[in-house]
């Protein structure tokens, strides 16, 4: 789809994966595409996820993907069967990073990391002509006289404090949520939408751990250790995986995918019972009889170790029961299949992976328009979906960016 003379301007704010692939299907279509960043640099979050390894999609049928995500809206299924994890893999390719499937069906680029993958689209950019303008804090829009705003006049706050305005046809808002504001996403456009009547959903953590008030002697010798093959229940969802033990409390894969149970447990309750097996390979009768088979004067410790319970096991066994760990087979083997602690609250937004929430569906049309702003699409974190980990949060990150510029352009050619 190209568009014809004359050149349309199109801003797009955010430089984040979001931002750049709109601003790629944009000035592919021949549109003049300034994106406009307020960090000092773009894609600095998508370096971060990188950090530990580039999970950019995930290998599954697009059928069980499409049920990975919360919000069921049309418009979020339409732009995932849009541009699919397939179309992202080719994409990588092309940019000479082609992926690879990990365990557990994730997908990851060549080289691990985000840093080749972004140097080579910037250039892919550069060679577009998109203008890049970092150091330009989006602040809304000018407002018209007669009330209301003029959305093609954006107004941005350079770095040196200064204000300018700049005029563009459509805009791609494409802002993030507001986990790790310190590499750029800091929410802070919910009060900019909001007071243009937008719907927003608050802004919440999602993919985050939990706060546990550990006792100082277990978190000093076991603070930043694995917790190995258990298995988190929250309700009647069990998760399989290793977990992690912080200063603050609880990190890694099986919390973060219970995370949005606990915290809609938490918002609503007030606290949430988590449930660990500590031993998910044998069930309790086999932990019993084995328990049983030991010799009568067997100290605690000896018992766990010859069931194969790891030190760190043992020891959040004693810290969750205030050293009250039962010596009977039965009892024992049944408190190691479900050791119980409540929580109260999740770890802060600042510290979440990603953000649920975000501008609402039902404020966007087909193409993911603000219907009260004309000629302004959302992608990426800002709208309202949650997924786990696993790849789900930078494909529809992609996914939204096409649609949102694909609706940008029809909007000015139809
Ligand atoms: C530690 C960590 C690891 C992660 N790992 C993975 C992973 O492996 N796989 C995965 O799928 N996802 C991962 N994610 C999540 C993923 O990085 C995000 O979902 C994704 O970056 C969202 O893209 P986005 O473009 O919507 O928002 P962002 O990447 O947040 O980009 C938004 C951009 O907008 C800019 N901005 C904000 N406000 C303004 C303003 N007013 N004016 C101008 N610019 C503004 C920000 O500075 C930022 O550059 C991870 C996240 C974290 C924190």
């Not at 592919?28 to 000092?40: D, F, P």
């Not at 040196?160 to 310190?182: F, K, Q, Y």
């Not at 018992?303 to 029961?321: P, Q, V």
Request: positive net charge.
């Amino acid at each position: 789809m190209a568009v014809d003379k004359p050149t349309y301007t199109a801003a797009v704010v955010g430089g984040g994966p979001a931002g750049l692939m709109a601003a790629e299907v944009l000035a592919k279509a021949g549109l003049a595409v300034t994106v406009y960043e307020h960090q000092r640099s773009v894609g600095r979050k998508f370096l971060l996820a990188g950090r530990g390894g580039l999970n950019i999609t995930h290998s599954e049928p697009i059928d069980a993907m499409l049920g990975r995500y919360t919000a069921s809206s049309p418009s979020l299924v339409a732009a995932l069967r849009a541009f699919t994890p397939h179309d992202l893999r080719a994409w990588c390719a092309a940019l000479g990073e082609p992926t690879f499937v990990g365990s557990s069906g994730r997908v990851f680029p060549a080289s691990f990391r985000a840093t080749r993958l972004l140097r080579a689209w910037l250039a892919r950019l550069d060679d577009l002509k998109v203008a890049l303008k970092v150091g330009h804090r989006w602040q809304g829009w000018a407002k018209r006289a007669g009330g209301g705003v003029d959305t093609r006049r954006l107004v941005l706050e350079r770095s040196d404090g200064t204000i300018v305005e700049a005029l563009s046809d459509v805009t791609i808002l494409a802002l993030g949520g507001a986990s790790w504001p310190r590499v750029g996403s800091d929410g802070r456009w919910v009060d900019t939408l909001t007071q243009l009547g937008v719907q927003i959903a608050s802004l919440r953590p999602a993919n985050c751990g939990v706060l546990v008030d550990w006792s100082a002697d277990f978190v000093g010798q076991f603070g930043g250790a694995p917790l190995k093959n258990i298995a988190l229940t929250v309700g009647t969802v069990s998760v399989r995986g290793d977990a992690m033990i912080t200063t603050a409390g609880l990190e890694g894969g099986p919390i973060y995918a219970q995370s949005a149970a606990i915290r809609d447990s938490i918002d609503r309750l007030g606290s949430c019972a988590l449930s660990f097996d500590l031993h998910p390979d044998l069930t309790a009768a086999q932990l019993t009889e084995r328990l049983v088979r030991g010799r009568p004067k067997d100290s605690l410790t000896a018992m766990l170790h010859r069931i194969g319970l790891s030190k760190l096991s043992a020891a959040l066994l004693r810290e969750l029961t205030g050293n009250q760990v039962p010596r009977q087979p039965e009892a024992l083997a049944s408190m190691i299949k479900s050791l119980g602690i409540d929580v109260r609250a999740t770890m802060p937004i600042d510290r979440a992976i990603s953000t649920a929430g975000g501008v609402a569906f039902s404020e966007l049309d087909d193409a993911l328009m603000i219907k009260r702003l004309p000629g302004v699409f959302v992608a990426g974190e800002m709208v309202d979906w949650e997924a786990p980990t696993g790849g789900y949060l930078l494909q529809a990150s992609f996914s939204t960016a096409v649609t949102a510029a694909r609706g940008a352009i029809d909007f000015l050619t139809l």
